[in-house]
């Protein structure tokens, strides 16, 4: 029997912020939204565990390049710490290690302790992560009941507020830079209020720089995910969205052609890397002016991106 022919995959240049749903794996989410728009090149920026659900940027096509420069990011979360158990995950998924008792709760009571974990910290990441150890992730050796150590490494928590108080458990916002895990943050504030503690509640709020823009969930490209189709315009970011934090340097036609046959241009612009964009506004790509005032491309997009044409 021949194999049924694949739809063929079709050009698409941007970045979606999707809502990602509980259960779905973060490349899971990536190969539905592939699947959906049928695009040749997907990516995604900062995994989130199943349970997590929350802003998840995926690049397509050309934006893929600039994937890298988005994981440094600083995010945010809301988070929801059970108290009174520690488990192997550091989340409700995970299987009970040993029961604690429960202090009494209050905002004061969770407040004292928050500067212990806010700033320039040391974070044993959880052992069930991604995080690889000799070419291994961590959760592999773990699944096969492997005793090894976790080191600690330097994470910074930007800030972390109480948004929510029950009998066992408490709620908080918190922005973080890269690497930091929520998991092990309620896992050691449970530590530092002398009770276990373990994450059951995971929303991502936002990824710079994309703080005030909207997150789109799968039903909603669902009903776009069809050619030509005009509701995408108003999903698909374009990529310089995702550089807004750059330093611009804007190219006339003559000097944009020769900088992509890899001329260096002369410039008076300061030394650093800068998102070269063209006449009108759109992103070229990233380039750099070294200190004797010459500006070459380090990674330029291919032209004529933005197409939805099928190839």
Request: hydrophobic share 40%.
């Amino acid at each position: 029997m021949s194999r049924p022919r694949r739809a063929p995959t079709r050009k698409i240049d941007g970045i979606i912020l999707l809502d990602k749903p509980q259960g779905l794996s973060s490349n899971q989410a990536l190969q539905k939204v592939r699947t959906l728009l049928r695009a040749d090149k997907a990516g995604h920026t900062g995994a989130l565990d199943p349970l997590a659900t929350g802003m998840l940027p995926i690049c397509l096509g050309e934006a893929t390049k600039i994937a890298g420069l988005l994981l440094g990011s600083r995010k945010a979360y809301r988070t929801r710490v059970q108290l009174g158990v520690e488990t192997d995950t550091d989340d409700s998924e995970g299987v009970a290690m040993e029961n604690f008792p429960v202090p009494t709760l209050t905002r004061e009571r969770i407040e004292a302790v928050l500067p212990r974990f806010t700033g320039n910290i040391q974070q044993v990441p959880p052992r069930y992560s991604a995080l690889k150890r000799e070419g291994e992730p961590l959760y592999r050796r773990a699944r096969r009941g492997e005793a090894f150590e976790v080191a600690a490494r330097p994470v910074c928590i930007h800030a972390i507020q109480v948004v929510a108080v029950g009998e066992d458990w408490f709620d908080l916002d918190v922005e973080c830079g890269s690497g930091t895990y929520i998991r092990s943050l309620a896992r050691d504030l449970g530590r530092a209020l002398q009770s276990g503690g373990h994450v059951t509640r995971l929303r991502r709020l936002w990824v710079e720089p994309f703080g005030a823009q909207s997150m789109h969930p799968l039903d909603a490209l669902i009903e776009c995910a069809h050619p030509g189709d005009e509701a995408l315009n108003g999903i698909i970011l374009p990529i310089e969205a995702g550089l807004a934090h750059w330093r611009q340097l804007r190219l006339d036609p003559d000097p944009m052609t020769r900088l992509r046959f890899g001329q260096r241009i002369p410039t008076n612009e300061p030394a650093g890397l800068v998102l070269v964009v063209d006449s009108a506004g759109v992103a070229q790509g990233l380039a750099e002016v070294d200190c004797e005032g010459t500006l070459h491309a380090k990674r330029l997009f291919v032209p004529g991106r933005g197409s939805m044409s099928g190839h």
